[in-house]
């Protein structure tokens, strides 16, 4: 019971995160009235008007941190959504069986002990660079876990009895996946997706602080990248590489949060039939 009501508080505490982070993406001027490229006195300290400082350029540090909140979410689920197709097509076809199956089997292998985030440091530096980049970066390195969550829910699913009669009613394949398989599949997918999006979200800002991220659109990372270069620990300016951080990280753990349930084995707890 006690357990149940944890997972019940993470839930509802992630999902009001998530709700907090979406409106600051899509509606910032609720959370500020200055615009992120309005400028005052360079490297202020947290007064009553900018209580989080100023940086090198005289911007105001949560208003900057507020406007760059869509740029993050963006790359985050755009990244998580591609990795989540890939992941499930080529989870699906290592679970056929014959040599395609094995071949998919071993490319998911492959890309499941790959190296993945030195393989996007090293694509990320000689590709144009962009929100557009990360996305299929993270989109097309990261898939190896789903992958290999699919293929062996499909393959359970598929030695299960209403799977098989629809094998034995004479269903084609096509049909006896999306009628079938698809759906069982979908609890997988839904807490793969969750997890992917808060990977995905520190993956992006990694690279971004590496000074790899979009330049235009700035995210988070790309903030901490700024501010760093241009003299934040000199100037005692602390709040300016706190500020992105903590949102970076609690962005994440709302993903995680929203997770917990749909992690289990079994069927989660919030959506248990009574």
């Not at 006195?41 to 540090?61: C, L, Q, R, S």
């Not at 990372?221 to 602390?238: E, H, P």
Request: proline share 3%; with cysteine.
């Amino acid at each position: 019971m006690f357990k149940r009501k944890l997972s019940l508080f993470f839930f509802l505490l992630g999902v009001l995160l998530l709700f907090c982070f979406c409106l600051m993406a899509f509606f910032p001027s609720i959370f500020t009235s200055f615009s992120p490229k309005t400028m005052f006195e360079i490297w202020e300290k947290p007064n009553a008007i900018h209580i989080f400082g100023t940086d090198d350029m005289g911007y105001d540090v949560f208003a900057e941190t507020v406007y760059g909140a869509k740029s993050t979410i963006t790359v985050g689920i755009f990244g998580a959504l591609l990795s989540l197709l890939v992941g499930t097509a080529i989870g699906l076809a290592a679970s056929s069986k014959g040599m395609l199956g094995k071949a998919f089997s071993l490319l998911e292998d492959l890309f499941t002990i790959l190296p993945r985030f030195l393989f996007l440091y090293i694509l990320a530096s000689y590709l144009e660079k962009g929100s557009l980049t990360l996305i299929l970066l993270i989109g097309f390195f990261t898939w190896g876990y789903t992958g290999r969550a699919v293929k062996e829910e499909s393959l359970r699913i598929q030695e299960s009895s209403f799977y098989q009669n629809g094998v034995v009613m004479g269903l084609s394949k096509e049909k006896n996946i999306i009628r079938h398989l698809l759906p069982h599949l979908l609890p997988v997918l839904l807490a793969r997706f969750l997890v992917l999006v808060s990977s995905s979200i520190m993956m992006e800002s990694t690279l971004s602080f590496l000074g790899l991220g979009d330049q235009y659109n700035v995210s988070w990372g790309t903030l901490i990248n700024l501010v760093y270069r241009n003299g934040a620990f000199l100037s005692k300016q602390y709040g300016a590489l706190l500020l992105p951080g903590l949102a970076i990280a609690t962005l994440s753990l709302s993903f995680f949060f929203i997770s917990l349930p749909f992690s289990s084995k079994r069927r989660p707890h919030l959506f248990k039939r009574k």
